[in-house]
């Protein structure tokens, strides 16, 4: 079964009511390609996505939040409910993004209590996973990248509404996009993995998105890869050129 082919924007905590009305309407105006089973997911920050989603017009463009807590409700100040994020329009989150790695000091195991806690909710996950410079400096690509879906294996036997966007932390924001061959190589290494753990049929299904840099040029580059899926975007999916991404599949 082909994998339907997968395009995320991450707009980070950038934006405002007109730019990001601005970008849903380039892409009600794009002429996107929609007999090629293609899935586009835009992701503005929490307090936005009814906005973009009130807006969209294309019902096969779907939105996304950036994170979600683990619980349904309660005494979280300043948290975010998946059950929240449905209500208002959403249909993904991005969970375990190196951003909230790093900067919120997530770990690998709140990531994963997030993914359950989504999933069991009703909301697909974009699965953040990628390794540092100095990891992939010193061979530990993989160990990195295994060790990051360990935890989720652990808490998640379905992986039907789990998309895993592998971005190699040096490519992220710098420009400094990973090559086709390397790309391709990890993705099919994470293929591997996920089929020595959760079987087969499970990991030919899985969608990898690679995520680092991605833009408008180098997009069509990655096309001959047959295990890249799609892309999560940051940078650029707040550009023009957002579509152009989109688009380098036709
Ligand atoms: C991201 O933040 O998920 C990302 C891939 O960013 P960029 O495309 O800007 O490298």
């Not at 082909?2 to 002429?31: C, Q, T």
């Not at 017009?57 to 996304?64: A, G, H, L, T």
């Not at 950036?66 to 989150?93: C, H, L, R």
Request: aromatic share 6%; proline share 4%.
């Amino acid at each position: 079964m082909a994998r339907k082919f997968f395009v995320g924007g991450n707009f980070k905590m950038n934006g405002s009511r007109a730019s990001i009305k601005k970008i849903v309407e380039d892409l009600n105006d794009a002429d996107l390609p929609s007999d090629v089973g293609m899935e586009v997911v835009i992701a503005p920050p929490a307090l936005y996505i009814h906005c973009a989603k009130e807006l969209l017009k294309n019902p096969e463009i779907k939105v996304s939040a950036q994170n979600a807590f683990p619980k349904p409700s309660g005494a979280y100040t300043g948290e975010i409910a998946a059950p929240q994020i449905k209500d208002a329009g959403a249909d993904w989150v991005i969970l375990g993004h190196s951003e909230r790695r790093t900067i919120n000091k997530e770990s690998d195991d709140f990531v994963a209590e997030k993914t359950a806690h989504a999933l069991e909710n009703g909301l697909g996950v974009i699965l953040c996973i990628g390794e540092l410079l100095e990891e992939r400096d010193t061979g530990m690509t993989l160990v990195v990248c295994n060790r990051q879906l360990d935890a989720v294996i652990d808490k998640v036997k379905d992986w039907s509404n789990i998309v895993i966007a592998y971005e190699p932390v040096w490519a992220i924001g710098t420009g400094l996009a990973a090559t086709p061959e390397d790309a391709q190589s990890t993705h099919s290494e994470i293929r591997h993995y996920l089929a020595e753990k959760l079987g087969e049929d499970q990991a030919s299904k899985i969608r990898i998105l690679y995520g680092g840099s991605v833009n408008g040029k180098n997009a069509k580059s990655f096309n001959a890869c047959p295990d890249i899926d799609g892309y999560l975007v940051g940078g650029a999916s707040l550009k023009p050129e957002f579509i152009e991404i989109i688009k380098s599949r036709e």
